[in-house]
């Protein structure tokens, strides 16, 4: 198992990386961009993508129905940009870990192929969690020793100077980042909310300009031209934040510091006892925005 300092190094590595990606893609637009961000970031090797459930999407009729939607969605991507045939995809976790009795695992096709393809690897892979991280954390539930062959980049919860965790993300499924932090295994925190100019918040796009961006002709920017404009003209991409931390590292500060706990009454507490993680200190959206479109420009 490679240390967390190790690990980091490598995320700065130009080293091309295994990716398994794991989105709530039926929540909002977000989610789609990253997709075909890492499907195009010349430094990232796409395993598979899953659909992960999402509890704010009111019309599936129960989280089983809004995974199997953030899977319907996710393939759209995949058939726009083309990579259907390289990439695999399957639904995540039909339930929550916070609703199952003494907060144990479910299951499901994205869980299984997880613990599948990090148990095969000879390579550590990077785990990209733009969602709740329930697959996540039912994966390391029903098999722990894959967290020696993962590093989990999750993207939610707040800055740490924030003083609760309300947060789209780790409200979802609260227990199942609790797993996540709790287990031990290598893990990337990309805060979604903090201060004013922090977190990935930042990573706003005014619409016009992503029209302009792209008026290429090709399918994939036809898909998102047609599809997946934003209403708002000062949309926020958060989740372009996770491929981002692989394809240009330098884009970021990362600080290797004891993992905090997540509290059951939602707050962060430190021990400095704890494993270490990896934590985001600074972003610089300009240069992810930048990187991102630059990258999805190139798809066919």
């Not at 990253?34 to 599936?60: E, F, H, M, N």
């Not at 295994?185 to 979604?192: Q, R």
Request: contains cysteine.
């Amino acid at each position: 198992m490679m240390t967390i300092e190790q690990i980091l190094d490598d995320i700065k590595s130009d080293r091309v990386k295994k990716v398994i990606l794991d989105c709530d893609a039926c929540c909002e637009i977000d989610d789609q961009y990253a997709i075909a961000y890492a499907l195009s970031s010349p430094k990232i090797q796409v395993l598979a993508a899953y659909g992960s459930l999402c509890t704010t999407r009111k019309d599936a009729a129960n989280l089983a129905e809004s995974a199997e939607m953030s899977y319907q969605e996710t393939l759209r991507v995949l058939n726009a940009a083309h990579k259907a045939d390289v990439c695999p995809a399957f639904p995540g976790a039909p339930a929550r870990i916070s609703d199952q009795p003494d907060f144990g695992p479910v299951d499901g096709p994205a869980v299984q192929h997880l613990i599948k393809t990090a148990l095969e690897s000879d390579e550590i892979i990077y785990v990209l969690s733009t969602g709740p991280a329930t697959d996540v954390a039912a994966a390391l539930l029903l098999e722990p020793a894959i967290k020696e062959k993962i590093c989990v980049i999750w993207l939610g919860a707040t800055c740490l100077e924030v003083k609760y965790l309300y947060e789209g993300n780790i409200n979802q499924d609260y227990r199942a980042a609790q797993v996540v932090i709790n287990s031990g295994v290598p893990f990337l925190l990309l805060p979604a909310c903090g201060d004013p100019g922090h977190g990935t918040v930042t990573l706003k796009l005014e619409t016009a300009k992503l029209a302009e961006i792209l008026s290429h002709e090709s399918d994939t920017c036809k898909f998102f031209r047609e599809y997946l404009l934003p209403d708002s003209e000062d949309y926020v991409y958060w989740d372009i934040a996770a491929p981002a931390v692989l394809s240009i590292p330098e884009a970021f500060e990362f600080t290797v510091m004891p993992a905090p706990i997540f509290s059951d009454d939602k707050k962060y507490v430190y021990d400095s006892t704890r494993h270490k993680f990896i934590y985001m200190a600074e972003i610089r959206p300009e240069m992810i925005l930048e990187d991102a479109f630059k990258c999805i420009l190139t798809l066919d």
